[in-house]
């Protein structure tokens, strides 16, 4: 068994999860949100074993001095995917809205899918650059924080979804598929949990990468587009922060604002590589 | 002052120290980094001069837009957040340092009644008594509690995580000390480069910002090699061997620097950075007399020649470490004493090449020595220690921000008509869902125990 083949059970059983959640949102039924709850978690075992798989296969190529796999575009899409499951999954423990991976899922199933069909998945010793326990740490503190993103900006869809439908007065008991939704408030209040766990995490990704720049480079910030947008990301869920507790500011521009700065969290990991130019390459 | 100047200044002060300021500072911060992303940064006239008409080019240069991390108005913009950033800690700080050391033990009524999170009982039993039990109760559910008498009567105070109200301004503080530290880099650190070509020493580098920097000692690159994992031109390890001499002594002998794993001498670091080849290939030629056992080597650069003992005169005319696809190769220009000058090609790969002319002399080519130059960053930073100390603030700082809070419990003991009213208060500074979860549970066991 090769860590490919795991990684296409994974992508069918984050799909399947998916649509177990959808039809949780159409049908209702504890049963069915349990059943999709249970696939999500195969499937983010199954990846777990297919990531160290992956690891052990980095030792075995000829002249592989064995690395974290998460040195280049694939393998970071990968565990990107795996970081938005973890996430989710303690989020999902701690409050329970099966709602909500309806909204998260999709990013996951998305960007197994992308990697599977579309990206380079050979395993290729580390160049000279890349050679540094830093890579690690980066990498993980980084995803983690995009993650919690990704959870807060499916949460912030839904919520201005919610309030939406709630001022058509379509809502009520037989409110649709947006009955299932968690109700405003709580919506409100799982965006700003899920930033709250991202934004230490991306800050430590920042730093750790600052740290590793000055290790490798004698220069911890120098204004690269990569640094430059991971900065930019930062402002922006700092700004979050402090709209929370500013009157009027709350609420629907709180969850626009999530919105932003997940795009802007996913052209600084992607944009910033495909369309400028910069020290991060994935290796092409 | 007048009273309207008086309102004036309260008006900057108000501005200054308003969150709605920072919210503002923090998306324009945000927007305007994107400009030099998209616009590369400190390059040429010429090049930007080939995207951007002349006048779009003034305009563009003239708003700093090529250097705009570091133009007027970007450093204006990081200003005002650091001062919004003091002013609001200056404004709100005393007020949570006082809470935090002076804990309201006795509060007024009013103050009781803005709390949400509230229970009262009426039990029978002596002041005293009843005082004793809930002493147990609290240190057993919360905190060991202090008890003071006050206006209503007695009052039980515990706290916990009171510091957590100091990790705002922990962070706040935080990103202060880093722009401290980057200050402190750019005005006593610099960034510099050096190439050193094998076997050679320098004791100054090149500054990017132009002109020299002495060192105060020599490095000396002993030696500089590229390896590459098989069969493949990917780079496995770029690898530098420093020495540095102080006052004519060796203090570092030969150590390796390779990439992710810089030198540090005396405040200065040396980063692997780049290299180059330096000058020409020195060649070992090997030359044995047909029918004799005796070999003489050679070393020869590109152009050099070298006398035989039989008078034959030969000359390295040229190198190439990959000929087609037969690996290294050189060709010899031979003049033998007395006969017709030729010329031979020998490979490095193929050592029997040569002898299957079938000349009076065998020529091998043995191997050759390609010189490089190494190219290393060289690094001042006084100020990184104090960027780092700020790092670790703002990561603390944030994570006792969003995940601790200053929780406080208040019992309040009153004498009412021959029994004694119980009022339990609670209140969290932040994260109110959990703590109206955590005090209905508390209720419950306050309820049982005053049962």
């Not at chain 1, 423990?93 to 990206?119: E, I, S």
Request: proline share 4%; charged share 15%; glycine share 8%.
């Amino acid at each position: 068994m090769q860590s490919g083949q795991l990684f296409n059970l994974v992508t069918i059983a984050y799909f399947a999860s998916m649509v177990l959640f959808i039809a949780f949102l159409a049908l209702r039924g504890k049963l069915i949100a349990r059943l999709a709850t249970w696939t999500a978690v195969a499937g983010f075992l199954l990846q777990t074993g297919a990531i160290g798989l992956r690891w052990y296969e980095t030792y075995q190529i000829p002249g592989g001095a064995g690395y974290a796999p998460m040195s280049n575009l694939y393998e970071s899409v990968v565990f990107f995917s795996w970081t938005i499951l973890l996430i989710y999954l303690l989020i999902d423990l701690k409050y329970r809205q099966p709602a909500v991976g309806a909204f998260v899922l999709p990013f996951a199933f998305l960007a197994m899918t992308w990697a599977q069909l579309r990206l380079d998945d050979t395993i290729s010793p580390l160049v000279p650059a890349l050679q540094s326990n830093w890579l690690t740490y980066h990498v993980i503190t980084c995803f983690l924080g995009y993650a919690a993103f990704a959870v807060a900006c499916g949460v912030s869809i839904m919520y201005l979804i919610k309030v939406a439908k709630e001022k058509d007065g379509g809502s009520g008991p037989a409110g649709g598929i947006v009955g299932q939704f968690p109700s405003a408030k709580v919506l409100d209040d799982l965006n700003y949990k899920a930033i709250m766990i991202g934004f230490p995490l991306l800050s430590l990704g920042i730093i750790t990468g600052a740290a590793w720049a000055n290790y490798a480079w004698g220069t911890y910030w120098s204004w690269d587009p990569k640094e430059t947008w991971s900065l930019i990301v930062w402002f922006i869920y700092a700004a979050f922060l402090h709209a929370r507790i500013t009157r009027g500011w709350a609420g629907r521009r709180a969850a626009v604002l999530s919105i932003v700065g997940f795009a802007a969290t996913i052209f600084c990991y992607l944009g910033v590589n495909l369309l400028l130019a910069g020290l991060h390459s994935y290796g092409s | 002052m007048s009273g309207q100047q008086r309102t004036v200044v309260a008006a900057i002060w108000d501005f200054f120290c308003s969150l709605k300021l920072s919210i503002f500072t923090l998306i324009v911060l945000a927007i305007t980094s994107i400009i030099g992303t998209v616009i590369q940064q400190n390059r040429p006239a010429e090049e930007y001069l080939r995207f951007f008409s002349e006048k779009t080019y003034h305009l563009l240069n003239s708003l700093q837009f090529f250097d705009m991390y570091h133009s007027w108005w970007f450093i204006g913009l990081l200003i005002l957040f650091s001062v919004n950033l003091v002013c609001c800690s200056i404004k709100r700080l005393p007020r949570v340092w006082k809470l935090v050391r002076q804990p309201q033990f006795t509060p007024s009524e009013t103050l009781l009644k803005s709390f949400s999170n509230v229970d009262e009982q009426l039990v029978t039993g002596s002041l005293d008594e009843v005082r004793q039990r809930l002493e147990a109760f609290v240190t057993r559910e919360f905190a060991s509690p202090v008890c003071n008498s006050g206006e209503a009567g007695l009052y039980l105070y515990a706290d916990k995580s009171r510091y957590a109200r100091l990790g705002v301004y922990v962070t706040h503080l935080s990103i202060l000390i880093i722009f401290i530290g980057a200050i402190i880099g750019n005005l006593f650190g610099y960034k510099a480069f050096v190439n050193i070509p094998e076997g050679g020493s320098v004791d100054q580098v090149w500054l990017r910002s132009g002109g020299v920097a002495d060192l105060g000692f020599s490095v000396t690159c002993e030696d500089f090699s590229v390896s590459f994992y098989d069969n493949s031109q990917r780079p496995k390890e770029y690898r530098s061997l420093l020495t540095i001499k102080d006052g004519g002594e060796v203090v570092i002998d030969k150590r390796p620097v390779i990439v992710n794993d810089p030198l540090s001498y005396k405040g200065i670091t040396f980063y692997q950075s780049s290299y180059g080849p330096a000058g020409g290939e020195v060649l070992s030629v090997k030359v044995k007399l047909r029918g004799t056992d005796k070999a003489q080597a050679y070393t020869l650069q590109r152009g050099e020649r070298a006398l035989l003992p039989d008078d034959t005169r030969i000359q390295l005319v040229d190198f190439t470490p990959s000929f087609r696809n037969f690996g290294p190769a050189a060709r010899l220009q031979v003049q033998p004493a007395s006969a017709e000058a030729f010329s031979v090609t020998l490979f490095k790969n193929f050592p029997d090449f040569d002898d299957q002319r079938g000349g009076e002399h065998i020529f091998t080519l043995e191997d050759f020595d390609q010189k490089y130059y190494t190219g290393l960053q060289a690094t001042k930073d006084p100020g990184v220690w104090v960027v780092w100390l700020g790092c670790t603030l703002l990561v603390l700082g944030s994570l006792v921000a969003f995940f601790l809070s200053h929780r406080r419990l208040w019992v309040v003991l009153s004498e009412k008509q021959g029994k004694v009213r119980v009022r339990l208060v609670g209140s969290a500074h932040r994260n109110q869902p959990a703590f109206e979860l955590y005090f209905d549970r508390l209720k419950e066991a306050f309820r049982k125990e005053l049962a």
